[in-house]
């Protein structure tokens, strides 16, 4: 009985942390969407377009620049006072701050009060992801039996692809069902207004959820420090730059194929956004297969050489991707991408698993939170601006291409450095 209890708490948890994930998630990444799309006309307007998007990248990046400061925060009260209650804090905030973005007024109504309350939430978005991630991905893996923490793993991983497809989708019939000049006008206010459905998952976190077995264990020993993030910082600073470094390529490659792809086809190559949005979306549905299977591998073989294998996947397709996209074709784009992400699951779906076994219970949401965060500034954060300067000053996308390359190489020797956390034939509980 003890087991079958076991086992529905496992799917339970794994359940909620995919839907609070996919959730968030979707937050998150609408604002990347709307940046591409909407936000340098509704709140840049008064300057260049190449300047407005510039600014709207750089409002985007600002979450990410948030985003190992939230680590720390719910990963020091992830530490001392749970997993769910700094998971649920999160959600809470992410659900709040993503509402009110659609309720912004512009910059025709408010003037510059508009960008700088913008940039206000997106920094609050920030705060809000960079604790999610930890607390989304602890409750998972902490709950799976250890030969599964690859796959249970994987479930808030699948937050990911599941939002790029919901958010993209909801962009995409919108913008479809209502014209451009409606869908400028008000339309783009939809998809963060669906973000209040956020705030209900974190109650229903909150009355549903017990925290992990590992949490409830460190709860009891007498001896842990007060500071989890310094004591993090003195123990395991390699792990956190290894961490850091193996998560450059995955969110940098990543922010290139959905954010800066999108604006590179609409306003570089004149193509229309369904174009572009139906290659994201279709190769996001492929990546949601291959998420889970990659962590299932990792499982089997051990999660260094899964990740590995993505990276040095990323340096291989880095140039072919923008050869494709630069034919304009429809399907050699949604080609190009998936060969993008599919190099990027096979990183994706060991990871959640990976950085948890990096580090010890009493540190974990702290360690795993910061190797994720800084990564995420050092690559996604400022993929999307890089990308947009470099093409400015060279007039080509190779240039893209050369940059997607140079992370994917720092992440490979960032990976070779990782020593393997998972021993399939002799598998304990960490």
């Not at 959600?91 to 309720?103: C, D, I, Q, Y």
């Not at 956020?198 to 409830?216: C, S």
């Not at 996209?325 to 050699?332: G, H, K, P």
């Amino acid at each position: 009985m003890a087991t079958v209890d076991a086992r529905r708490d496992v799917r339970r948890t794994s359940t909620v942390s995919l839907i609070g994930s996919t959730i968030e998630w979707y937050d998150f990444f609408i604002y990347g969407t709307a940046a591409a799309l909407v936000l340098n006309t509704a709140f840049f307007p008064s300057v260049d377009p190449f300047v407005g998007t510039l600014a709207a990248f750089s409002s985007f990046a600002v979450g990410f620049i948030a985003r190992p400061i939230g680590g720390i925060i719910w990963g020091h009260f992830g530490d001392r006072i749970g997993r769910k209650k700094a998971l649920v804090a999160a959600l809470f905030l992410m659900g709040a701050s993503t509402t009110l973005v659609g309720l912004l007024p512009t910059y025709a109504s408010i003037g510059v009060a508009a960008p700088i309350l913008l940039f206000v939430l997106r920094i609050l978005q920030g705060l809000a992801v960079g604790g999610q991630w930890g607390g989304a991905v602890l409750i998972a893996t902490e709950y799976a039996p250890a030969n599964r923490r690859g796959f249970y793993g994987s479930f808030p991983q699948l937050g990911v692809p599941i939002a790029v497809i919901i958010s993209n989708g909801i962009f995409l019939l919108l913008e479809a069902g209502l014209g451009e000049e409606a869908f400028l006008a008000w339309g783009w206010r939809v998809p963060f207004l669906l973000s209040v459905f956020l705030i209900g998952v974190a109650i229903y976190a909150q009355r549903t959820l017990e925290d992990t077995p590992a949490f409830k264990a460190v709860e009891q020993d007498p001896s842990r420090r007060r500071s989890p993030v310094l004591q993090v910082l003195r123990s395991h600073p390699k792990a956190i730059l290894l961490a850091a470094g193996s998560f450059i390529a995955v969110n940098g490659g990543f922010y290139i194929f959905i954010i800066y792809a999108l604006s590179y086809g609409t306003k570089t190559l004149e193509l229309p956004e369904s174009t572009m949005l139906i290659g994201i979306v279709g190769s996001s549905v492929v990546n949601l297969a291959l998420i889970p299977l990659f962590a299932l591998l990792s499982d089997r073989v051990g999660r260094r050489p899964v990740y590995l294998a993505g990276a040095i996947g990323t340096i291989l397709v880095a140039f072919p991707v923008f050869w494709l996209i630069d034919t304009r074709s429809t399907f050699l784009i949604f080609l190009g991408l998936l060969l993008g992400g599919a190099a990027n699951s096979a990183m994706y779906g060991p990871q959640a698993a990976l950085f948890a076994e990096l580090f010890s219970p009493e540190v974990r949401y702290s360690g795993a939170s910061l190797g994720y965060q800084i990564g995420a500034v050092l690559g996604g954060g400022l993929a999307p601006l890089i990308a947009a300067s470099l093409y400015e000053a060279t007039g080509t996308s190779a240039s893209t291409s050369w940059y997607l390359l140079a992370m994917g190489v720092v992440t490979a020797v960032s990976a070779y450095l990782i020593a393997e956390t998972y021993k399939p034939k002799d598998a304990t509980a960490v």
